[in-house]
């Protein structure tokens, strides 16, 4: 058995080579062989709000307001309250930006 994962890679390198040089080789040609269509795009902003209890809220603030009550809930039941406060406060700063980028947005003219 192998003692690390380096160790697992240089011993199967040449199981691993053809499978890079392959990925490496798909990309390039997909990426010079696609061709651009001049489709005029419409966006429909309205979909991404969603109304609840008379409060138009984007949906994306939602999911990742969810997903950041989660964590903070795991970590501070599974007694690691000083990480916990740490990593919900790093974590909260997305969600904080897309808040006051609604904000900001939604008084602008365009």
């Known amino acids: 058995m192998e003692k690390t994962v380096v160790q697992f890679i240089v011993e199967n390198i040449l199981l691993f080579l053809p499978l890079g040089i392959t990925g490496i080789v798909v990309t390039i040609i997909l990426f010079f ?65 897309m808040m006051l980028i609604e904000l900001l947005t939604k008084n602008s003219k365009v």
């Open 33 to 97: 062989m696609s061709k651009q269509e001049n489709i005029p795009e419409t966006e429909d902003l309205n979909s991404d709000f969603k109304t609840i209890f008379n409060f138009r809220l984007n949906i994306y603030v939602l999911v990742y307001l969810f997903i950041w009550i989660m964590i903070i809930i795991i970590g501070l039941s599974s007694n690691f309250i000083i990480p916990t406060i740490i990593g919900g406060i790093i974590a909260a700063i997305p969600l904080i930006l």
